[in-house]
Each structure stands twice: as C-alpha cells, then as structure tokens.
C-alpha cells in the first residue's frame, strides 16, 4: 500500500471522527471516572481511545488478510476498483436505506448485545473498565469504520491492513479526547459543519482505489501492478 492511501486512513479518521463525536459522543461524556483528580480522569479517556485503537488494528488484520487471498489469485486490481465502487455507492445511497439497514434485526441484535456488556463495565470505575469499553466500543456497528475496513481490505496484506486502522484509529482520537474534556463546547452547529468534510475525504478515498486498481502508471497514485500467474508451487514453497 502506498503512503497517500495510509495518510488517507490518517485524514479520514480525523475528520470523520465529528461523526463519531454525534455517535458515540454520550458513551465517552458518561464514561466513569476512576479517582477524582484530573490526571485519572485523562488516563482512563486514554485507555479507552487505546482500547478502540485495539479492537480497529484487529480488525484491520482480518480484513487485510480477507483481501491478500485476492492478490494471491492476481484479483487485486478487481478488488481495488470493487472496493472504490462500494464507496461510492455507499455514498450515494438514500440516507432513508442506511437507517434501515442499520436498524435491521441482525445488527440491533449485534448492537443491543454490546451496548448491554458495555453497560455492566460502567458500574465499575475502573481503568481496566475503561479499557475494555473502549475495545468493545470499537465492535459496534458503524458505516464510517466499515470505510475504514474497505481500505483495509485492499491493502494487501494483514500487516498493512493493521496499520491503516490504527492511523485510522489515531486520526479519531484528537476529537474523542477533546469531546470528552471540552464537550460542552462542541456544539451541534459547530459537529455538523465538520462532519461535511467525512463525504469528500471518503469519495476521495474511492477514486484513488479505482485509480490504482486501473493500472494507469501513474506513481504512487495509479501505479502498474506486475500480474503474475497464480501458482500452486508458489503456495507450497
């Protein structure tokens, strides 16, 4: 994966962390604070944002790996402009067919069952709860990381797929943090006007995965991918 994609997983995850700000913004206010001084109050946000960043990396390994079988077989141009393409449609798919979807039965399901173990973890003001929320938090249903996940996927590779998450992950915390100690000054106003720019830098995303998976031979943004034949020798070895 190239470094503009991975910058890219940066951008996302901080512009697209207002979205989390509106999602997520009334788990990180009504997290509990392990002592009263302030120095424990920052350090279990902390471990909370590390736990996301966790459970993101992980995820980000799995997808990754989901997509090196495809460049095995020599799909992973395929792969890249499907991904891109998925983007976009996404994108442009009625805000009324999102709610449904994520109103489906499945994932309330999926939903109700974490938000049910997050809530036990809440009775206990610790930083080992605050740990674990922030892990179990990051498995909640979300469209924003499942963009995160599409980059994942065609990185390549479990390593790299890692990685875009946990710059993904990264790029969430400055505003998590910040809700969490400045809330009362983010407005609705002000989320939404940010919240915008989640959009752009998701189609922008879209188009440079349908650029590489083109094989225009432009470095670093559309560069020729070598196919090489599949080999089972190769996969014995």
Known sequence: MFNVELLSALAIGFFGSFHCV???????????????????????????????????????AVFGFIGSRFYIYGFQQVLSIGIGSAILITLLTPRSLKIKIMQSEIVRKISSAIKNSIGKL?????????????????????????????????????????????????????????????????????????????????????IIFILRGLNLGIPYL????????FSTEEMCE
């Open 22 to 60: 509106g999602m997520c913004g009334p788990i990180v206010l009504a997290l509990p604070v392990p002592t009263s001084d302030n120095l424990s109050f920052i350090a279990g946000r902390i471990l909370y944002n590390i736990g996301r960043v966790i459970t993101y990396s992980f995820l980000g």
């Open 122 to 206: 809440f009775s206990h003001a610790s930083f080992s709860s605050m740990f674990l929320i922030g892990l179990l938090n990051g498995l909640l249903p979300c469209g924003f990381v499942y963009v995160g996940l599409a980059g994942s996927i065609a990185s390549g590779d479990a390593i790299t797929g890692a990685l875009f998450m946990i710059l993904f992950g990264f790029g969430t915390i400055p505003a998590m943090l910040a809700i969490s100690i400045f809330g009362k000054y983010f407005s609705l106003k002000i989320r939404n006007k940010i919240n915008r720019a989640v959009p752009a830098l998701a189609a922008m995303l879209a």
């Open 222 to 229: 559309s560069p020729g991918l070598s196919q090489q034949p």
